[in-house]
């Protein structure tokens, strides 16, 4: 891989905010994001149901439900455009073409009545810029079909026909279709058996190697990052509370406190411990999240100053961390 | 597949017999006997007592239900007790008013009743979807025969445009269409509706969103087949809702069509008249239904699929 | 060892066709020895939810002995089966469907206790039941909530309350923790693990997650399309695994260091069908061992010594 | 109200039964149509319930033919009919038929059907076989016409139409609750409640029946609605109540003859119906939205 000269960020979120208007008040999903993607680099976006992961991914899609999702602030760049700006036919245009998204459950991101070829050969026809014929369009869905491990002489079955693995290879085939330069996979294993998972895991990790996509990787499951991310960002009620490489999070000395009781809760496959160290209490409600540092609640160092003001941002390289432990440390 | 047809076939066989054999048993009921009816209430006791037992009508309840389904299954219900006629021909001479009716009001029903209920849902919370909603829950509230006089006052009696009865042309049927599919108008809007908001927040839909799809085509391609297969069955159960409509409907609007038939028979304690009118009806319903099952397997492959293993 | 729960053999089928018969559990060995955890794992379809259904009496088995504290519960009469039921609970899955949308928590725990007759006075039942929810982590105000007013990890939490109240000397955990995230899930954990060692329970608990079953259990059973493939105690199986399917199994579990694929064993295909399954060994297809001795006989359970035992080939000597 | 019970270290148990039926009238209020169609049914209940102030019963039966087919006036604000008879007093007295007709048919139905279906759902097996079997080859029947025969055998009389009705109107309810039971049988909770040994009355009584309601009371407020547009219909043809008694269905039917005259006639009895269905409809929609919210983002 030569990194050099291609440190170029595909995608760059900043400042960005989503909230939701519900009956029950606002929810405030996503509170001022910023990361950015680079060519063939995976991020990994983690965190506990509630962290605003998803949100973020439909953000940057732009497909948040109409009536109730609003994006009041932030930018969100791709190719210097600013795709919060860009109108409905552009995003159309970028969506499946540049950025594509795999989704969490493969049982029903298949049209039931559509055979799986049609399906991944939708995606061609949309975007099919250079004219190329239907007969040419068709052997790309079997290179396809091959390239996900499925055979192509499949393509004709309808979704109920695979299992839950095989459609998630189809999903994927979907993403890949037009060769995009950005994959959002928002747990793309989750709902699959671990010996399956791995399949999958595999299989992305091999594709995203030949292909050099880049990929948003989000999920709950910190094993799932160390197999498959360059970089980690840790989300905590909307918020990415830690960002780093993956040698950062993993290994790397200061941590947020969410990080360590994270990483302390999972029971370990390697040594033994008579009793896990869970994070006390619960996730922030997100129509009414606390003043100051979201986590401050939870923390088992928790000081004044972390109940009000915008907790302090330590800086070492790309990496941050949003904590007042480190402000002494400048 | 065609196992699954053949097995549907097959379960129409009891289905009509036990349809026949409810609607003889209640007709059974009914304090009326052919002697009285084709003699008169003056006639001799005696001489109602012969006919009666001339026209097999003291038989016990079972050899009369084996009969008619005997005679039936040879194309033979019976002969009316008033008039002597025929019920099979009366039926035959109907049957067209009844037919040309039920499916006129079907297409003018399904059809708008449809195509308002995926705007509503497309265009959900609009002025247009407020308007659609509200039609389909007053057409769904409002009898279907005050809806009928109604027209008549504007249309006949009001504009002078239309006729108010009788069956001749297709100007006699444009009222009664309308009236008979105003039922269907507002059971087929309000499940397409529903049905198509259900299928728009599938996963799939997303999917092809993130695919860069048009919304047009999403919902032409992806939602609308999908939302039409429970519309498929409503279609069914409100056309038989209708065709029992058209009961009421034909008396409107004085169309000499089977439901009439049923009416009148019912007034003269026709026995014969009445039962086999509404067999006829009832099996034309069973029928109708076995049809939209057939379609529906064939429009989704997932049933399809579970009929083809067997 | 002092077994509680044994079963000999069982066998649950499902009638899914005129011929086909699905093989959800196919003569399957348990033993528990009292106060310990018998962990069950193994990926969905192969029977291990099966299995603790049968082990409870909730579905008649299709064939095999169950013996509860020695005796047989096949002989026992009503009243005696009923006796044993109050000494066996499960805690499920999903504490969003596991409790009654309409009921509070007082009422959920009380139910198994007015079902029984425990208490005739109410106050002595409510002292009660507010011991039970102290002892199991909730809050005192929590007695009047309903169920869609709490979290998940509180919700089970008054599951695993409603399955105490009868004292019961034996629950299966039927995946507890699955629905719950990280943080909450080793709450829950923890209060499992005291409450065994507080009350001197027996589990059988059952999971799909390795690292939670290393974590919990005292032995450990590797269940695969509904037969039993390898038996152990945990850290004997996570140090020396001996069926292909199992060293498969922990190879894939991502563990949370930086691990860009290199040492994954991907299993290729994927679990067939358990609707009259051939004779052989029902991994074989997936299996790199595989020869056609694997798919010509099958395969018992044989000890390998220090209570290790594995289904395979490779290790069967007799 | 909320029942109490005390304890030694000073908890209350309170049984707040309420907070659930709270919840769902806080979502049915914020409904707007749900509220046109309850006050519209309020309307008809009001006036079934005061008849007798509205006006005098005898105004509905003798007749007064020198005020005969009069349009709408003060003194008769609907006009007469052909005999004179005051035609609000009519449509005043009419609704108490036409509801006891509307709600007695669902009524009897709900309790036979929903037994049926509620023992089809739970116990599932052979009897659940044979229950959907008959409920199919019987749903073959379209509803009018077995209604229409069974006044036919049984005579026209207000207690024969209600009994047609009520017979009729069994095959649909055993699915509707068969229906709703079933997605409740699968709960874990049901399962929990067999393994602390609770036996099966109680399951059913306790659990199932709570649990199952919602969807039973959508469709009684629906069919309510559907069964006076039936029965109307039937005294339409001549089939049902008999005059002088006041029916709605019966009024059309006798302002048919004089259509042309007298649209008004036909006009109000017809609305009076369209009203009441209108509003349990109505109703019924936003109880189905109150109680399952999730089609509402």
């Known amino acids: ?219 709950h499951d910190l094993g799932i990052v160390g197999k498959t991310c360059d970089k980690v960002a840790i989300m905590y009620a909307g918020e990415i509370i830690e960002f780093g490489t993956a040698e950062d999070v993993f290994n790397g000395e200061k941590h947020h406190p969410y990080t360590v009781g994270l990483f302390g809760a999972i029971p370990s496959l390697t040594s033994e411990a008579k009793r896990l160290k869970p994070i006390d209490g619960l996730m922030p409600d997100p129509t009414a999240l606390p003043e100051g540092c979201k986590f401050h609640p939870r923390c088992p160092h928790c000081t004044e100053e972390c109940k009000t003001g915008e907790p302090y941002l330590y800086q070492k390289g790309e990496a941050y961390i949003k904590c007042n432990l480190f402000r002494e440390e400048k | 597949m065609s196992r699954y047809i053949i097995k549907r076939l097959l379960f129409i066989i009891p289905t009509l017999l036990l349809v026949a054999f409810i609607v003889l048993f209640i007709m059974d009921l009914t304090p009326s006997d052919p002697g009285t009816l084709i003699l008169g209430d003056n006639a001799q006791p005696e001489a109602i007592e012969a006919l009666n037992e001339e026209l097999g009508y003291n038989d016990p309840f079972v050899v009369r239900y084996v009969r008619f389904i005997w005679n039936a299954v040879r194309g033979d219900l019976g002969e009316s007790w008033q008039t002597g006629r025929s019920v099979t021909s009366t039926i035959a001479q109907r049957l067209p008013v009844t037919a040309t009716l039920a499916l006129g009001s079907l297409v003018f029903g399904s059809v708008i009743g449809i195509l308002l209920g995926i705007l509503s849902a497309v265009k959900q919370y609009s002025i247009l979807d407020f308007f659609s909603t509200t039609l389909a829950m007053a057409l769904g509230a409002f009898p279907s025969f005050w809806i009928g006089m109604m027209l008549i006052l504007i249309f006949s009696l009001g504009l002078g445009w239309l006729p108010s009865f009788g069956a001749g042309g297709i100007k006699n049927f444009i009222l009664p269409w309308a009236t008979a599919g105003c039922f269907m108008i507002s059971s087929l809007l309000r499940m397409t509706r529903t049905s198509m908001l259900e299928t728009i927040r599938m996963d799939y839909i997303r999917t092809a969103r993130a695919k860069g799809q048009t919304e047009r085509k999403i919902i032409t391609g992806h939602a609308l087949r999908n939302a039409l297969l429970p519309v498929v069955t409503v279609l069914g159960v409100s056309f038989g809702t209708m065709l029992a409509g058209t009961v009421t409907v034909e008396t409107v609007f004085s169309l000499p069509g089977v439901g009439l038939m049923i009416i009148e028979g019912i007034r003269m304690k026709d026995v014969p008249v009445v039962t086999g009118a509404t067999v006829v009806l009832a099996a034309m319903f069973t029928v109708l239904m076995l049809f939209v099952d057939i379609l529906y397997a064939f429009i989704d492959p997932r049933i399809k699929a579970r009929y083809a293993k067997k | 060892m002092d077994t509680l729960v044994k079963g000999d053999k069982l066998r649950k089928y499902f009638q899914v066709g005129p011929k086909s018969l699905l093989h959800a559990v196919d003569d399957v060995d348990v033993d528990i020895p009292r106060g310990t955890t018998l962990g069950v794992v193994g990926e969905s379809g192969c029977g291990k939810s099966t299995l603790a259904r049968v082990v409870l009496g909730l579905i008649p088995k299709t064939g095999g002995k169950l013996y509860f504290d020695g005796r047989d519960l096949d002989t026992l009469n009503k009243k005696e089966k009923a006796e044993y039921r109050r000494q066996m609970q499960i805690i499920f899955q999903d504490p969003y469907s596991s409790l009654d949308p309409r009921m509070s928590v ?138 292909p399917y199992t060293q498969a199994l922990l190879s894939a579990v991502p563990k949370p260091v930086i691990n860009r694929m290199s040492n994954t064993e991907i299993l290729r295909g994927e679990v067939s069908n358990p609707i009259n399954p051939p004779v052989g060994c029902r991994f074989a297809p997936r299996c790199k061992h595989c020869t056609a001795e694997c798919t010509q006989k099958n395969f018992e359970l044989v000890d390998q010594g220090s209570r290790h035992s594995v289904a395979c080939r490779l290790f069967d000597q007799a | 109200m909320n029942k109490t019970t005390g304890s030694a270290n000073g908890v209350k148990v309170v049984r707040k039964k309420k907070s659930r039926f709270r919840e769902i009238w806080g979502r049915f209020k914020k409904n707007k149509s749900a509220i046109v169609g309850l006050v519209l049914f309020s309307i008809v209940l009001l006036m079934v319930i005061f008849a007798d102030v509205l006006a005098p019963y005898s105004a509905t039966i003798e007749p007064n033919i020198p005020v005969r087919l009069q349009g709408p006036s003060a003194e008769h604000i609907m006009g007469t009919d052909s005999f004179g008879r005051d035609i609000f007093a009519r449509l005043v007295h009419g609704s108490r038929n036409s509801l006891l007709v509307g709600i007695g048919a669902v009524f009897i139905g709900m309790v036979i059907g929903g037994t049926l279906g509620a023992v089809s759902g739970y116990y599932g097996g052979k009897i659940d076989n044979i229950i959907v079997r008959i409920t199919d080859m019987i749903m073959c029947i379209p509803m009018m016409l077995l209604v229409l025969t069974l006044v036919a055998a049984l005579g026209s009389s207000l207690m024969n139409v209600l009994l047609a009705m009520m017979i009729s109107n069994i095959p649909g309810y055993t699915r509707v609750v068969r229906s709703a039971v079933l997605t409740v049988v ?112």
Not at chain 1, 68 to 82: A, D, F, H, Q, S
Not at chain 3, 117 to 140: C, N, P, Q
């Open chain 4, 186 to 297: 699968d709960q874990d909770y049901i399962e929990a409640a067999h393994s602390c040994g609770t036996p099966n009355r109680w399951v059913i009584f306790k659990h199932i029946i709570p649990n199952a309601i919602g969807p039973i009371i959508v469709q009684t407020t629906m069919s309510i609605g559907s069964m006076i547009l039936n029965a109307a219909a039937i005294s339409f043809l001549g089939m049902g109540i008999q005059p002088p008694t006041p029916e709605w269905g019966a009024m059309l039917n006798e302002a048919r003859n004089f259509m042309i005259q007298c649209p008004y006639m036909v006009f109000f009895p017809g609305a009076a119906i369209g009203i009441t269905a209108l509003g349990l409809n109505l109703m019924g929609d936003g109880l189905r939205d109150a109680l399952d919210p999730k089609l509402k983002d």
């Open chain 3, 106 to 243: 007082y009422e959920s725990i009380a139910e198994p206790l007015d079902m029984n007759h425990i208490f005739s006075k109410k106050a002595e039942k409510l002292d009660y039941i507010m011991e039970l929810m102290e002892r199991v982590g909730l809050a005192e105000r929590f007695v009047n909530a309903y169920p869609h007013e709490m979290d998940g990890g509180r919700r089970q939490r008054v599951c695993i309350a409603r399955a105490l109240a009868l004292n019961p000397k034996f629950i299966v955990c039927d995946e507890p923790v699955s629905a719950l995230d990280v943080s909450i899930q080793a709450q829950i954990l923890n209060l499992l693990m005291d409450m065994q060692d507080s009350m001197g329970l027996t589990y059988m608990f059952i999971t799909h997650d390795m690292s939670v079953v290393k974590h919990i259990s005292t032995e450990i059973m590797v269940m695969y399309l509904g037969q039993c493939v390898e038996r152990a105690p945990s850290k004997e199986l996570f140090e020396n695994p001996l069926h």
């Open chain 1, 1 to 219: 891989m030569n990194n050099t000269g291609t440190e170029q960020a595909i995608l760059e979120v900043r400042g960005l905010h989503t909230i939701y208007q519900t009956d029950d008040g606002v929810v405030k999903a996503v509170n001022g994001v910023d990361f950015s993607i680079n060519e063939r680099e995976t991020v990994g976006l983690v965190g506990e149901t509630g962290a605003g992961k998803t949100t973020l991914a439909l953000s940057i899609m732009r497909l948040l439900p109409e009536r109730t999702g609003r994006i009041p602030e932030g930018e969100i760049i791709y190719k210097g455009e600013n795709l919060l700006k860009a109108d409905k036919e552009y995003m159309r245009r970028i969506r499946g073409a540049n950025i594509s998204m795999i989704f969490q459950d493969p049982m029903n991101a298949l049209n039931p009545i559509m055979s799986v070829g049609d399906q991944i050969l939708e995606s061609l026809v949309i975007h099919n810029e250079e004219k190329r014929s239907g007969e040419e369009l068709n052997k790309r869905v079997d290179e396809l079909l091959e390239l996900v491990g499925i055979s192509a002489g499949r393509k004709h079955e309808y979704p109920h026909q695979f299992s839950g693995g095989m459609k998630q290879r189809i999903v994927i085939a979907i993403a890949l279709a037009c060769n995009p330069k950005l994959i959002i996979a928002d747990e793309p294993t989750t709902a699959l058996d671990v010996t399956i998972q791995a399949q999958v895991l595999a299989l992305i990790n091999d594709l995203q190697q030949k292909l050099g996509t880049s990929m948003i990787m989000i999920t």
